[in-house]
């Protein structure tokens, strides 16, 4: 099954969820509700019917909702409207410093020109330096808002020096085809579909800053009720991520077919220097310290209200044991 969640619905299942104690899920889990986004191996995992075929000798159904970033997918996670998802390295940040209710469980590692600013193909805009007093659109709270930050901080600039603005990739598409901003930050595959058009050019990409390391959450209460679970879900992500890279045509295919992209595009997305499918798993101390760094630098910022401990929302096989 799958469905579409918009932010007033996922919010309304949760508050429901928290009034009524006689539908909050009983253990073990005999369900898991999976967001997932165009970007990301779970379109794999759900083109190849993975989860379905692998926990099918637990009695386990699954669902899918589609969504367009990661900030409204944790939401619905936090509010008990979704068991599992995946998403880039910031919604997570937003979601615990909103005090949301999941923990991260697993991890993957993307190329790091994975992400872009891009300009218009005949703009004055030739060097990072130039975008001060721009109006640059990106997701706020998703791994383009970093992405953003890090690349003006290559240039000596902050977001106080750019006239920021909060679209998700589907309303950037129409004011950056439109004239309306100056520039556009965005993920794969939504950059590799950005880079067919002949309107468009890339400034740069994340390559000159960090490395990509995107994250698996888990609702809170379904994680600790069903540690053996959540094992066989990362150990399932593992396996498909490393057949998917050893048979890229097929998964390119698999990957058109699911997301809706043309095979041109996902073949440009998963084949950019450094891509390997293969890197997903459990989270281990480098995903940590990366994403305590992500969050001091949001708190600092003043974009996060609160200085959070990453360390406090892991889940690992250990702690859960």
């Excluded at 805009?125 to 997701?139: C, E, N, P, W």
């Excluded at 965005?186 to 390391?213: G, H, K």
């Excluded at 540690?227 to 150990?235: F, K, Q, S, T």
Aim: net charge negative; charged share 20%.
């Amino acid at each position: 099954m799958t469905t579409n969640f918009s932010r007033r619905a996922a919010l309304g299942l949760g508050l429901a969820a928290l009034a009524s104690p006689a539908i909050l899920r009983a253990a073990p889990a005999k369900s898991l509700r999976v967001g997932w986004q165009k970007g990301g191996l779970l379109g794999l995992v759900k083109g190849a019917g993975a989860f379905e075929k692998g926990l099918a000798d637990k009695g386990i159904s699954i669902s899918w909702s589609e969504f367009t970033s990661g900030p409204p997918l944790l939401e619905a996670l936090s509010a008990n409207a979704l068991d599992f998802g995946y998403t880039g390295n910031v919604p997570p940040i937003f979601a615990h410093a909103a005090r949301g209710n999941l923990v991260f469980v697993g991890a993957g590692e993307g190329s790091r020109e994975g992400h872009a600013i891009l300009v218009p193909k005949d703009s004055p805009v030739q060097t990072i330096a130039d975008l001060k007093g721009q109006t640059i659109a990106f997701k706020r709270g998703s791994s383009a808002h970093y992405a953003t930050i890090k690349l003006l901080a290559s240039a000596g600039l902050t977001l106080d020096d750019i006239q920021p603005q909060d679209l998700s990739p589907p309303d950037a598409i129409a004011a950056f085809d439109a004239g309306a901003i100056g520039a556009w930050t965005i993920w794969d595959p939504y950059f590799a579909m950005a880079q067919e058009r002949p309107n468009t050019r890339v400034l740069s990409t994340t390559e000159i800053v960090e490395p990509d390391y995107n994250f698996y959450s888990a609702n809170g209460d379904y994680a600790a009720e069903n540690p053996a679970l959540v094992r066989d879900i990362i150990g399932i992500i593992q396996q498909v991520g490393k057949d998917g890279q050893a048979n890229l045509p097929e998964t390119i295919k698999t990957f058109s077919k699911e997301t809706g992209l043309s095979e041109a595009v996902m073949e440009r997305a998963l084949t950019r220097k450094g891509a390997d499918l293969g890197l997903q798993g459990f989270i281990e101390p480098k995903h940590v310290a990366y994403e305590q760094g992500v969050a001091d630098e949001f708190y600092k910022l003043g974009i996060i209200p609160r200085q959070l401990d990453i360390a406090s929302v892991i889940w690992t096989p250990q702690t859960a044991s």
